[in-house]
Structure formats: structure tokens, C-alpha cells
């Protein structure tokens, strides 16, 4: 079993054969600095399998549009890195996926994504997870995401959504 700490948080624990930290992915660094990209993602086990990819931050500014343009690039650029390492086209990362990222059926399993704000209040979710899903309406389209898989949550929403487990 692995923990992630990322931002004053600790997500899992996830079983490693489940969980890729792709914000730390060797191959990852060798395409350079500049590429902005989310911090894990993760199969887990909900009602249905579903591949989560996970960005957090301790808090969020005052101006939240370009904050949350800048975790739009971040988990588009994530999710497709992961499809383009599973189908091939990036082979150093394709070793480097967990098991069961590289055993997942891209035909049914569901793909949602998180944005992970520990601090922020419970009042501001759901107008912040409106702006994100706004922001995210053309890639949700594009990679039939449903809009309602995707969350801005805070710590305790977090844990609700079986992101964060008690040790």
C-alpha cells in the first residue's frame, strides 16, 4: 500500500499496482520542465472501476479563473500523457504504469477528475465545481467525461469521495 502526500494532504492509501504519480514519473521529466501536469492519478474501486486523476493545492486565490485554467492544463495534459504511454506512443512511460492503469478497459471505465483544495470552505464547492466544469465543458465533450465527474472537493469531501482513507 502507498500514501500520496501532496499539498498538506494524505491520499490513500491506494494498492501500488493502482496508483501512478505521474508528477514524479521519470519519464515525465524527461520531456521537460515545462510541461504542467496533475499530481496522481488512481484506479479505484467506487460502484464501478473508475481511473481518478488527482490535483490538489492547500488553498485557491482570490482569482480563481486563470487558478483553475492553470489545473485545466494540468489534468488534460495527465490524462492524455496516461492514454498516450498506454496505447504506445510513449514507451518509457508505459513501463513505468502501475498494473492496473495498464489492464484498464478505456471502453467502459469511467474517468474523473478531481481537483483537491484542502482549505476551502465548504460554500464554495459547489460554484467552484461549476466554473471547473464550465472550464472543462469542450475536453469533457471530446473525452465523453460527464460533467458530473467532475469535482472540486475539499479535505472533507475528499475523504467522502474515498480519496483520503483514514490510516
Known amino acids: 500500500m502507498m500514501a500520496v502526500h501532496e499539498s498538506g494532504l494524505v491520499f490513500g492509501p491506494y494498492a501500488e499496482q493502482d496508483c501512478f504519480i505521474i508528477e514524479k514519473s521519470p519519464a515525465l521529466k524527461k520531456l521537460g520542465d515545462y ?14 472501476q473508475a481511473l481518478a486523476i488527482v490535483e490538489a493545492k492547500s488553498s485557491i486565490p482570490q482569482e480563481s479563473h486563470q487558478f483553475l485554467q492553470d489545473i485545466k492544463i494540468k489534468l488534460i495534459n495527465a490524462l492524455t500523457l496516461l ?33 483537491v483544495i ?3 470552505p465548504d460554500q464554495q464547492l459547489a460554484p467552484l465545481t461549476d466554473k471547473f466544469r464550465n472550464l ?14 467532475l469535482w ?7 475523504k467522502k469521495a474515498g480519496l483520503i482513507v483514514s490510516f
Open 83 to 115: 492514454f498516450a504511454a498506454w496505447v504506445g506512443r510513449h514507451r518509457d512511460m508505459q513501463a513505468e504504469l502501475p498494473e492496473h492503469l495498464k489492464a484498464s478497459d478505456w471502453q467502459s471505465i469511467s474517468i474523473k477528475l478531481y481537483l
Open 35 to 48: 510541461l504542467k501536469i496533475a499530481e496522481f492519478i488512481v484506479r479505484l474501486n467506487l460502484p464501478r
Open 136 to 149: 472543462l465543458m469542450t475536453e469533457c465533450k471530446l473525452w465523453a467525461i460527464p460533467s458530473h465527474d
Open 152 to 158: 472540486v472537493l475539499n479535505e472533507r469531501t475528499a
Open 118 to 120: 484542502a482549505l476551502v
